[in-house]
């Protein structure tokens, strides 16, 4: 037998020093030992809120006097008494220790105290489980004992308290009759706690070991304190295997153990059940042996210092196994007489709140919730049907629905309580091993309870839950069930909700039942006279369920009490006024819970509606909260208000536009223009007030305001100079700013059009080499994304072109280094290269859209993108949005057109010998290789059918064809449902097209040669002529530049399709009806017509003068005098809208090798021919009579020319033909005919340039012969044989 020495409160614990675990602290008090302490603060706290509260309580079931049941009656000595909902004292007079929800009970002769109403009771009045007898020397002993529990004022105090407490030296072990001597129990040799704490002494551990490792953090990163001598307190908790054992006894208690059961009895008895629980397979002999060796062991160690023989248990030896004993049997055997629940309401939200603050419990993807299921008999096959018919929401884990089989399902309470004390068992088990260990000076292991001890927190939430859930279950179904058992008021409701959000534990069953039974008790009192929850405690309790991520029909009726609540009290909760933390907590809920709709597949129509309704008229006391009293709230507390309307777009401004960036959410409101004017009013407050503030806000604050303000669309004086502040702070502490932040902020600097390069240069100098790895993928795309839509690219814009660049050309790493935006895109496409994986769809789309939107090309991150995507296991396209996948094509195509820039800017340095198109697509198959690009562009197409062209928004149609134009590629299957798509959304006009969508889709098919039906054409044009009344001004807002007027032009001129009202608007457009060009600048606000428009301009003249000549067009005398832009003037580079930059064929003349060598064959075969041959405008004005203007301009050109017999050879290379990607026509032939020389042959298809101007020098009279580049190299140089092919093709003009 362990006897103690003198008693605890006049000796001081001797113990043997010991080295401490690994991983613990050794600046402080020893794990393992309970003696000398440092010393300890001087000055304490007299008096602390749980002390104070547990007091009371004690002090009003002592103090209680004979009476009825009072709690919901509310009467006290025949008088009604005054409730309130808050605490009264035995007269009726408001004492706040006492909660309005606790039943207050008689003390009756000979039974337990059942004070507050709670099951089993709790209070130190109480006779605990097993206590036989002792209740008043037990209450005293837990009265002292929780005094001196509050007054510790550390983690190793506390601990050893509570092991000099369950000490074998504690005096409770004294039998109160006097009679002989039993054996010693402690909590190491006996269950429960061995009758030396009760459940108030445990929920007070636990409770304040939580505050201290908490609040130590806490002034740890308050303070920035770095240095070693710093503790993680949560650490130093969990690794003390006396608080292992507290927790173990706890749970015990919890499980209704009895605690006079040694641990030996309890694992004899454990060791009997086959069913459900973790089986010990130990051998129960060699465990029994270890067990008597261990106790006194762990004894030793805890500050025991002296050893008796222990006696023998009878009892224990005397039970017999059972292999296949029940959970009910067995728990029949261990738990306490009675059978009552020992911990009241109070204790239970405290143990699960400490639980939770400590980190312990492991999350339900970890340990799965453990939950009971009775629907399911045994072999009976689960219903697939999630709708059981029991009122909880599919998919749900609940105590009267199937779990899921990803839970942990048990048959009954008993069977989940026998799950916690085998995890207990196990816990002391691997304590006793580790004791026994470090006294015979072997090595200590690195806390090897510590798994288990967490999954045992675990489960001890689970069984609160499953108590909890049972008993409101009860209490709906027996109104007699409500005047008993563990009834939770309010507040703990909020903090046992709280504690299972916040431990990631919570599931539809508990939330739910715990919601209904709040609202049901608050119409209870209400009904009485009574007042209802504190506004806090509603804000928790919608937080929890927001952080838990449980929506349902109940959570959705929450929300409407609350909302009903506010309305009917103009603001004000049951009479109370939100605080500011409070206001900004249920908005933050509210948002989180509203951007949970799309992964909830239980959502109706008619729940959205109502959830929508509570929301609206929630968020909308919540802005009138924030005008009325800025001043009380704290920065957090702003920027969560803010953050919350934006996310849910409450007020959101539509006249703003949406950002392509994001998808934008807007919460159904019934008065949308009133909550556009209340938010708008409310932001300006904000503004005004934050502004003078802004250096108290931390780094996450600025951003959340920044992202809110600019996300609602807000726009005014106040919101530019609030942004300007919160640059100037971004700028003086960069520091400060996280990643997360850094790319948030910038992310709304560039949304809402604030564009301060010194603050961007701040910013992005956090994503450098040396940090980049730190960033989340998001962050980095969003930071790339803010440069370039902001115009902020890197100083060395060649510096990544590997293809196009010379090495001597591109920029050093020290060069790339001294500008934090070039070294910021090169940090952000290496981290991308490297782990391509990590990035979501978006957010790779977003990186790849950055480098071609501010116009750096960078091969080797697309070529890796490209293979990332439709190489070997690639990701593919399937779960691209129609946005992600057009604005990826899109990107890739802008990298190619790019390279038009390059040799414009390098000339004869750029490795390149192509120009025009066949350089953009010669250069794409150098980036990325031609069988990895066509298959990219194949696959995509085919992933956009399978999602089918209805989820495309207009601006996704009109960027995923105009990526397949400029690169020359055709998918023919693609662009049929395009078109389809189409006309289906301008006949049916639920979809409103902007000019320059229009525009991109019909210079695309004209491009391609993709031959649309005139269906299309004409619901363009009907759809134009509808929006344009025919003015320059209502055509300029519609159409952002004229270029985009001269390509819907050309496209009809290449499609030979010319409806009346529509060219008459793109002239008035283009030349305005004044012949004054400077007007026309004035409309467009623009510098004059481009080059490439006005050479388009001539085609369509020429085309339209002779295929519809009754459309009377003509262009301005003196035209291009005067109409064309100033010289010098160039647009900048990688701007969006110069998205169409070859509408028609530009008149540069060069001359390839192929075409010196075909000349050189027809003159041998007596064809005389000059090359290049170029047509002007006064030749044809002269000769033909077709209305051109005066002034010459050369914009026609023939290949080889015979002038005198008005033939031409046109020798086409690849730039001339379209390249067919999913459906290939005839084979390659060698020899052509003129008759078919622009049918479809092997991939290839004659492009929508070429075709034009085939028939435009068709219509001048001449005969134009076109040579495909194959056909004549497929000879393979042979002179005669390329002598007989060019006089075939003569042969077959009737003018040769």
């Not at 690009?933 to 209805?950: C, P, Q, S």
């Not at 400077?1078 to 369509?1100: A, C, H, P, W």
């Amino acid at each position: 037998m362990v006897t103690g020495g003198a008693p605890s409160s006049t000796r001081r614990m001797e113990h043997r020093p010991l080295a401490p675990l690994k991983g613990s602290s050794t600046t402080s008090t020893r794990l393992w030992v309970g003696g000398d302490h440092q010393q300890q603060q001087r000055q304490r706290r007299r008096q602390e809120r749980l002390e104070s509260s547990e007091l009371e309580g004690m002090k009003q079931q002592r103090q209680s006097k004979k009476g009825g049941n009072q709690s919901y009656a509310g009467y006290h000595d025949g008088r009604k008494q005054r409730r309130n909902y808050g605490y009264f004292d035995d007269k009726g007079h408001r004492n706040k220790k006492i909660s309005k929800w606790n039943t207050k009970k008689k003390k009756k002769k000979g039974s337990s105290w059942k004070g507050g109403g709670n099951r089993g009771g709790g209070y130190y009045g109480q006779q605990q489980p097993g206590t036989r007898g002792k209740s008043s020397s037990s209450f005293a002993a837990a009265r002292a004992f929780n005094t001196k529990l509050t007054k510790c004022q550390s983690t190793s105090e506390l601990l050893t308290a509570f092991m000099e407490q369950t000490s074998s030296s504690s005096s409770s072990d004294n039998d109160d009759t006097g009679g002989t001597s039993a054996p010693k129990s402690t909590a190491a040799t006996h269950l429960a706690g061995a009758n030396k704490a009760n459940s108030v002494n445990f929920s007070t551990c636990l409770h304040r070991l939580a505050r201290f490792a908490n609040n130590n953090n806490n002034n740890n990163s308050n303070n920035n304190n770095n240095n070693g001598d710093a503790v993680d307190e949560r650490k130093r908790v969990l690794s003390d295997p006396r608080f292992a054992l507290l927790v173990c006894s706890m749970a015990e208690m919890a499980a209704g153990c009895d605690p006079t059961i040694s641990i030996v009895e309890g694992n004899t008895i454990m060791g009997g059940y086959n069913g459900g629980v973790k089986q010990r397979k130990e051998d129960i002999v060699d465990v029994v042996d270890e067990l008597e060796e261990a106790d006194d062991v762990l004894n030793a160690i805890a500050g025991v210092t002296t050893r008796q023989q222990r006696g023998t248990n009878d009892e224990a030896d005397s039970r017999s196994i059972d292999n296949e004993e029940s959970a009910e049997s067995i728990m029949a055997r261990l738990k306490a007489p009675g059978g009552k629940n020992a911990f009241s309401s109070r204790e239970c939200s405290n143990v699960c709140w400490a639980l939770a603050k400590l980190r312990m419990a492991p999350p339900g993807t970890a340990l799965p919730v453990g939950r009971v299921v009775t629907s399911i008999d045994e072999g009976e096959e689960e219903d697939d049907d999630p709708d059981d018919g029991s009122g909880e929401e599919g998919g749900r884990d609940g105590p009267s629905s199937s779990s899921s089989s990803s839970g942990r399902s048990f048959s009954s309470a008993d069977e989940m309580s026998l799950d916690v004390i085998s995890s207990s068992l196990e816990v002391r088990m691997r304590l006793f091993e580790e004791a026994r260990n470090r006294k015979n000076g072997l090595r200590a292991s690195d806390g090897g309870w510590i798994p288990e001890l967490s999954r045992l927190a675990g489960k001890v939430m689970d069984l609160v839950a499953i108590r909890t859930v049972d008993e409101y279950a009860a209490r709906t179904t027996n109104v007699a069930a409500t005047t008993g058992g563990a009834q939770f008021n309010p507040q703990e409701m909020a903090s046992v909700l709280w504690a299972f959000a916040k431990a990631k534990r919570g599931d539809g069953a508990l939330f739910d039942a715990v919601a209904e039974e709040l609202m049901r008790q608050t119409e209870f009192e209400l009904g009485r006279g009574g007042q209802g929850p504190k506004p806090q405690e509603l804000s928790n309790t919608i937080w929890a369920f927001a952080t838990a991520g449980i929506r349902g029909d109940t959570q959705v009726e929450l929300v409407k009490f609350m909302a009903d609540a506010l309305d009917e009290g103009r603001g004000q909760f049951f009479g109370f006024q939100f605080k500011p933390q409070e206001l900004s907590n249920t908005a933050w809920a509210l948002a989180t819970l509203h951007s949970r709709r799309n992964t909830d597949l239980t959502d109706t129509d008619a729940r959205r509606v109502r959830e929508d309704d509570g929301m609206v008229r929630v968020l909308r006391w919540v802005a009138k909260s924030l005008a009325e009293r800025v001043d009380s709230f704290k920065p957090q507390e702003l920027s969560n208000s803010i953050w919350a309307f934006s996310t849910v777009g409450f007020g959101y401004d539509e006249a703003c536009g949406t950002n392509n960036h994001n998808d934008y959410v807007h919460l159904a409101t019934d008065d949308p223009s009133g909550d556009k004017e209340l938010v708008f009013e409310t932001l300006e407050v904000i503004a005004e007030n934050a502004l003078p503030r802004l250096d108290r806000f931390k780094a996450q604050e600025l951003n959340n305001m920044a992202w809110g303000f600019a996300r609602l669309g807000h726009r005014s004086e106040r919101t530019e100079k609030l942004f300007a502040g919160v640059a100037k702070e971004m700028i003086r502490r960069t520091w400060q700013f996280k990643p997360q932040d850094v790319g948030t902020t910038l992310w709304s600097f560039a949304t809402a059009e604030y564009i301060d390069l010194e603050a961007f240069r701040a910013g992005v100098s956090r994503l450098n080499f040396r940090q980049i790895r730190s960033f989340k993928p998001q962050e980095m795309s969003n930071t790339l994304w803010a440069l370039a839509t902001a115009g902020f690219g890197p100083e060395h814009w060649g510096a990544f072109d590997t293809t196009l660049v010379p090495a001597s050309k591109r920029p050093t790493k020290q060069m790339i280094s001294n500008d934090p935006i070039t070294e910021c895109f090169a940090a952000v496409a290496s981290e991308t290269m490297r782990r391509p994986y990590d990035f979501k769809d978006q957010e790779l789309k977003d990186v790849l859209w950055s480098f071609s939107k501010i116009g750096v090309r960078h091969p080797a991150l697309f070529q890796k993108m490209a293979k990332h995507i439709v190489g070997r296991n690639g990701r593919g396209f399937s779960s691209f949005s129609s946005q992600g996948l057009g604005n990826t094509l899109w990107s890739f195509a802008k990298q190619a057109q790019l390279s038009l820039e390059v040799i414009e800017m390098l000339g004869d340095d750029v490795k390149l010998v192509s120009t025009g198109r066949l350089a953009v697509y010669e250069t794409s198959c150098l980036d990325n290789g031609e069988d990895v690009i066509k298959r990219l562009f194949v696959r995509a197409a085919e992933a956009g059918i399978d999602m089918g062209l209805a989820r495309f928004t207009n601006q996704d149609l009109s960027n995923t064809v105009w990526a397949y134009s400029t690169m020359g590629m055709l998918h023919s299957g693609f662009f049929k449902e395009a078109e389809n798509e189409v006309i289906n959304r301008l006949r049916s006009k639920k979809s409103k097209f902007r000019g320059q969508e229009i525009a991109n889709i019909l210079w695309s098919y004209a491009t391609l040669n993709a031959q649309p039906e005139m269906a299309m054409v004409d619901a363009l044009s009907s759809f134009v002529v509808s929006e344009c009344h025919g003015d320059e001004y209502s055509i300029a807002r519609m159409f952002g530049q004229r270029q985009e007027l001269a390509n819907l032009a050309w496209s009809c001129a290449v499609l030979g399709r010319y409806p009346k009202e529509l060219m008459d608007i793109l002239y008035t457009g283009l030349v305005g009806t004044g012949n004054d060009p400077e007007q026309m600048k004035r409309v467009f606000n623009d510098d004059g017509l481009q080059k490439s428009s006005i050479m388009t301009l001539y085609y369509v003249q020429v085309a339209a003068d002779v295929e519809a000549p009754d459309l009377g067009l003509s262009l301005p005398i003196r035209f291009p005098n005067g109409w064309g832009e100033d010289e010098g003037r160039h647009q900048a580079k990688g701007d969006e809208n110069d998205l169409i930059q070859m509408s028609s064929s530009m008149l540069t003349l060069t001359v390839s090798r192929l075409q010196r060598d075909v000349s050189g064959t027809f003159d041998r075969i007596g064809f005389d021919n000059i090359l290049e041959h170029v047509i002007d405008t006064n030749e044809i004005k002269d000769q033909y009579g077709i209305q051109l203007p005066h002034s010459p301009k050369e914009f026609l050109s023939i290949d080889i020319a015979n002038i005198n017999k008005q033939i031409g050879i046109e020798v086409d290379g690849p730039g001339h033909f379209v390249r067919l990607i999913d459906n290939p026509g005839n084979k390659l032939s060698t020899r052509s005919s003129l008759k078919h020389q622009f049918d479809d042959r092997g991939e290839n298809r004659v492009n929508g340039p070429t075709i034009l101007k085939h028939r435009l020098l068709t219509h001048l009279g001449w005969d134009i012969i076109h040579l495909p580049y194959w056909e004549y190299q497929g000879l393979g140089g042979d002179k005669d044989q390329e002598m007989d092919y060019c006089q075939n093709l003569l042969d077959q003009t009737p003018k040769w």
